[in-house]
């Protein structure tokens, strides 16, 4: 009989959430946990959670939930494909085909793992990648016939990186948007839990649902914080490269120096730190009051929504 397996990622710190995302409330357990008991409804046996951050209380969650854990010791200067390969070594000689599942998209539904089982059932699949309106997504469903590309792979691009070198990879267009709603800040993590609420209630049209995604502009002086820089700091936090994170906002690499040299001045101390790489403008990580500025404006915002519903019924109920 066929045994699939699946390896979730759940190493990282989480320091743009603030929180230990894995261990966070989801459908009344915690997210990693809604995430194993999907796949163990789906009829997936061989699951092991690659952790590093807080290793203990994962370990716990394992123990309690009956699947395997490993520890990825360097998480701190690695990266997820490090977990993957970890994980994929683990389970190697364990199932015929596994998922890869990182622990921050937990809205996945059990009928969208089906699907991609179903499609992985084709002998001619080597992986194959869901995508929601044009975006790839998780988990992907890879055979056991491409594990050692995986694990041979250089770590470019990550696993999408790995993926790229297979002929036979599917693109599985799926009506299920939590394949593409992770969860790296409190922003996100509110959207998840707006969207599940919908989800339940059995809206045909969930992104329907209201959100009133307030941002705010605090004034300092001749000095504003506001959505840019935030959107500007989220960036650089994900891409490492403040270049990349300017076409991403979509500002100058001028006019984002000005705006990260003002903020600093408000704060009086150092959001980046930053290392030369000419032309392609080098590399650059939050420090941690650039991390605690992520959290804070994100947090701010988000008691600035909880009263926006009542403030938009009192202006526009009459329109009901």
């Known amino acids: 009989m066929e045994k699939i397996g699946a390896v979730i990622t759940a190493a990282g710190a989480s320091s743009r959430m603030g929180d230990f995302k894995p261990l966070m409330p989801y459908e009344g357990t915690t997210i990693i946990q809604s995430i194993i008991r999907k796949l163990k409804s789906c009829g997936v ?50 199932c015929d085909k596994a998922f890869f599942w990182p622990a921050d998209v937990p809205g996945v539904r059990p009928e969208t793992v089906k699907k991609l089982l179903d499609i992985g059932s084709r002998s001619d699949v080597s992986v194959v990648v869901p995508y929601y309106e044009n975006e790839p997504g998780h988990p992907m469903l890879i055979m ?27 693109r599985a267009n799926i009506d299920d948007p939590f394949i593409v709603l992770d969860t790296d800040t409190q922003e996100e993590y509110r959207k998840l839990l707006s969207l599940e609420r919908t989800w339940k209630n059995g809206a045909d049209t969930p992104h329907e649902d209201m959100d009133f995604n307030v941002r705010a502009s605090v004034k300092r002086g001749h000095i504003f914080v506001n959505e840019t820089l935030f959107s500007l700091l989220n960036q650089i936090g994900k891409t490492g490269s403040i270049r990349r994170a300017c076409e991403e906002v979509g500002i100058s690499y001028t006019k984002a120096w000005a705006i990260l040299k003002d903020a600093q001045q408000v704060f009086g101390k150092p959001l980046l730190a930053t290392q030369s790489g000419g032309a392609s403008g080098g590399g650059a990580e939050l420090t941690p009051e650039g991390q605690k500025f992520i959290r804070s404006y994100d947090a701010f915002c988000g008691d600035i929504d909880k009263y926006a519903a009542g403030i938009f019924d009192k202006y526009f109920g009459w329109n009901k």
């Open 45 to 94: 046996t061989e699951i092991v959670i690659v952790g590093g951050y807080r290793f203990e209380d994962t370990e716990r969650i394992a123990r309690e939930e009956k699947v395997d854990i490993v520890c990825n010791a360097d998480y701190q200067t690695n990266h997820m494909f490090d977990s993957i390969c970890l994980g994929m070594r683990h389970i190697y000689d364990k």
């Open 144 to 170: 056991k016939k491409a594990f050692d590309t995986i694990l041979t792979h250089d770590g470019t691009r990550g696993l999408r990186g790995a993926v790229e070198k297979f002929d036979l990879a599917v």
